[in-house]
Antibody, heavy 125, light 108 residues
Framework: QVQLQESGPGLVKPLETLSLTCTVAGGSVSSASSSWTWIRQPPGKGLEWIGDSGSTNYNPSLKSRVLISVDTSKNKFSLKLSSVTAADTAVYYC????????????????????WGQGTLVTVSS | EIVLTQSPGTLSLSPGERATLSCRASQSVSSSYLAWYQQKPGRAPRLLIYGVSSRATGIPDRFSGSGSGTDFTLTISRLEPEDFAVYFCQQYGSSPYTFGQGTKLEIK
């Protein structure tokens, strides 16, 4: 059973870079059957997809500031979000998905399962 | 970008009742690429339904999804106390993937 755990600083200063890591247990980040995703939720608000590790697939609203990378040697994947402002304060979740057929590479679907527990990142000086 | 609008914003029902939650898309969701999640306070969302109507592993059969095109529905046939939570729909037919704003299901 795949389990995910986010880690990283809970407080980031404005205009600095937010860096988070997601550790994957019970599965492999190099699996051909899925990509790995970051999603965020500002306090009391809805969910926003940030991007995933497949083909640098990022939300256009954040694309100029986002980098998602995978470290297969440590079975982790990471998020870097540059030039943060107070609007980037949110709970950040990592999740598995989208999903692909492991033989053909055919896209099966972009749902997310499972999710990490989430980590609150506050942008403040 | 596909905008998903969920209704109602809040739904007040009693245990044992039937809940019907709506998710409307600003344009057709291709290939029925729609999912539903449940989120409880302080917890991560949990996948309930994918592909409009397929239940995720371990999800009770009182949860069902339906719909096509731009109109989708999550139905909970008989509410259990643990079902009171916030529910989100999500489309993955086109990038960027987007979520609805959520429906809060509260105990009446």
């Amino acid at each position: 059973q795949v389990q995910l755990q986010e880690s990283g600083p809970g407080l980031v200063k404005p205009l600095e870079t937010l860096s988070l890591t997601c550790t994957v247990a019970g599965g492999s980040v190099s699996s051909a059957s899925s990509s790995w995703t970051w999603i965020r939720q500002p306090p009391g608000k809805g969910l926003e997809w940030i991007g995933d590790s497949g083909s640098t697939n990022y939300n256009p609203s954040l694309k100029s500031r986002v980098l998602i990378s995978v470290d297969t040697s440590k079975n982790k994947f990471s998020l870097k979000l540059s030039s943060v402002t107070a609007a980037d304060t949110a709970v950040y979740y990592c999740a598995r998905g989208p999903f692909y057929d492991s033989w053909s590479g055919y896209y099966i679907g972009g749902w997310f399962d499972p999710w990490g527990q989430g980590t609150l990142v506050t942008v403040s000086s | 970008e596909i905008v998903l609008t969920q209704s109602p914003g809040t739904l007040s029902l009693s245990p044992g009742e039937r809940a019907t939650l709506s998710c409307r898309a600003s344009q057709s969701v291709s290939s029925s690429y729609l999912a539903w999640y449940q989120q409880k306070p302080g917890r991560a969302p949990r996948l309930l339904i994918y592909g409009v109507s397929s239940r995720a592993t371990g999800i009770p059969d009182r949860f069902s999804g339906s719909g096509s095109g731009t109109d989708f529905t999550l139905t909970i046939s008989r509410l259990e106390p643990e079902d009171f939570a916030v529910y989100f729909c999500q489309q993955y037919g086109s990038s960027p993937y987007t979520f609805g704003q959520g429906t809060k299901l509260e105990i009446k």
